[in-house]
C-alpha cells in the first residue's frame, strides 16, 4: 500500500494564493498611486493655466496703464492750451461786452423811475436789516450829474456835480447795491458856487470796481 502525504503541498498553496493576494494588494495600491498623482498634476496644470491667465491679465493692465501714464503729458499740456484758450476767448468777450454793460447801468442808476440792478430778494433782505441802505425809488437823477467817467483795469472813477451831498451818498448807496459794481468808495469833495447858474453845488469824486 502505498501512502501519499499531502500536507507540505497544501501549505504551499496556501503560501503562494497569500503571496498573490499581497501582490494583488500592492498592485492595487499602486495603481491607487498613480491616478492619485494623475490628479494631482491635472490640479496643478489647471492651477498654473489660472494664473499665466491672470498674469497675461495683468500685462495687458500694465500695457495699458503704460500708454495711459505716456500720453498724460501730451494730454495735460493740450487740456492746458484749451483752457488757455477759452480764457483768452473770455476776456475778449468780457473786454468787447463789459463797459457797455457798465455803461448802460450808470445810465440806469442815474435815470429818474429807475434803479440799479439788484435782486429781489437780496434787495427785500437788506431792506429788513437796514432800511437806510436801499435806494431811494423816489430821487430826482437830475440833481446829479457825471463830468468824467474813466475804467482801468476794471476799476472806474466818476467825477461830477450834485446839488448836495445826500445826492451824492444816493449815486454810491444805488452803486454798491448793482449786481456790477462793488467796493464804492466817495473820496474827499468840496463845496463851489456853479458860475453858470450861481448855485452852490457839490464836486465829487468816486472810485469803485466793475464786474463783468
Not at 490628479?39 to 492651477?47: D, Q, R, S, T, V
Not at 493692465?61 to 477759452?86: F, G, P, S, W
Not at 429781489?120 to 430826482?140: E, M, S
Amino acid at each position: 500500500m502505498i501512502r501519499i502525504n499531502l500536507l507540505p503541498q497544501r501549505k504551499r498553496a496556501e503560501r503562494s494564493e497569500g503571496g498573490q493576494a499581497w501582490l494583488l494588494v500592492i498592485l492595487g495600491l499602486f495603481v491607487l498611486e498613480v491616478g492619485a498623482l494623475f490628479l494631482f498634476h491635472g490640479m496643478k496644470n489647471e492651477e498654473l493655466a489660472s494664473q499665466n491667465r491672470k498674469n497675461r491679465e495683468l500685462e495687458t493692465q500694465i500695457d495699458t496703464a503704460k500708454q495711459t501714464v505716456a500720453n498724460h503729458a501730451a494730454i495735460k499740456t493740450e487740456l492746458a492750451q484749451l483752457r488757455a484758450r477759452e480764457d483768452a476767448i473770455a476776456k475778449l468777450q468780457s473786454a468787447r461786452t463789459g463797459p457797455t454793460s457798465v455803461m448802460l447801468e450808470l445810465a440806469r442808476i442815474l435815470t429818474p423811475g429807475r434803479g440799479p440792478s439788484v435782486d429781489p430778494d437780496k434787495l427785500a433782505q437788506i431792506r429788513k436789516q437796514n432800511p437806510l441802505a436801499v435806494f431811494n425809488p423816489g430821487w430826482d437823477a437830475r440833481r446829479l450829474w457825471i463830468s468824467r467817467f474813466v475804467e482801468t483795469n476794471r476799476r472806474v472813477r466818476l467825477e461830477g456835480a450834485a446839488r448836495d451831498g445826500e445826492d451824492v451818498s444816493e449815486l454810491a448807496r444805488r452803486m454798491n447795491l448793482s449786481s456790477l459794481f462793488e467796493n464804492v468808495r466817495l473820496l474827499p469833495a468840496r463845496k463851489e458856487k456853479d458860475n453858470a447858474t450861481g448855485l452852490e453845488i457839490v464836486r465829487f469824486q468816486l472810485e469803485a470796481e466793475v464786474r463783468y
